[in-house]
């Protein structure tokens, strides 16, 4: 395993639509494995994207430290959305940005694993907006695209 450069806001690639992948090789398994040690040892993130270390494809990982443990999601569609909650939100590309989002409470996302093997899944919480964080990045949107101004006794503790 490798660590990655984090690919920061600013550079054009992190605005482009990522491509599917079509070929669920050694490559794509190093890939996988190098974006899970970036997020985890230099970053502490719960989440990254593969367009984040400037590979434009269609693949996140995420460990919200829940009892799923960490997820690869390849190819995913986001299916179904439900509810609204606001997040706040950071992003490993968006050093020092933080802010509020509008998010669903629940989604359905189906996606394959790193043998192409699909599975579907439910997700909310945390995970629920993890997902749609990284989701939002295969198609070169940022959180801080989304940020709503927030008054304080809006936020809910
Ligand atoms: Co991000």
């Known amino acids: 395993m490798a660590m990655r450069e984090i690919v ?14 079509e070929k669920f090789d050694e490559k794509l398994a190093i890939l996988l494995d190098d974006m899970a040690e ?24 995420v460990d919200v430290g829940d009892e799923n443990g960490k997820i690869e999601f390849i190819n995913p569609e986001i299916y179904e959305r439900e509810g609204e ?13 933080n802010g509020y989002v509008e ?25 629920a907006i993890c997902i749609c964080h990284e989701y939002d990045h295969l198609d070169g949107i940022l959180f801080t695209d989304k940020i709503v101004e927030v008054e304080e006794d809006e936020v809910e503790s």
Do not use: H
């Open 8 to 21: 920061v806001d600013g550079e054009s690639i992190l605005r482009k639509t990522s491509r599917p992948v």
């Open 38 to 61: 970036t997020m985890y040892f230099e970053n502490r993130g719960i989440g990254i994207a593969a367009v984040q270390v400037g590979i434009l494809r269609r693949v996140f990982v």
């Open 85 to 97: 909650t606001l997040s706040y939100e950071g992003c490993l590309s968006c050093p020092g940005k």
């Open 103 to 127: 998010r669903p409470t629940r989604i359905r996302v189906r996606a394959q694993n790193r043998k192409g093997e699909w599975f579907d899944m439910e997700a909310t919480e945390l995970l």
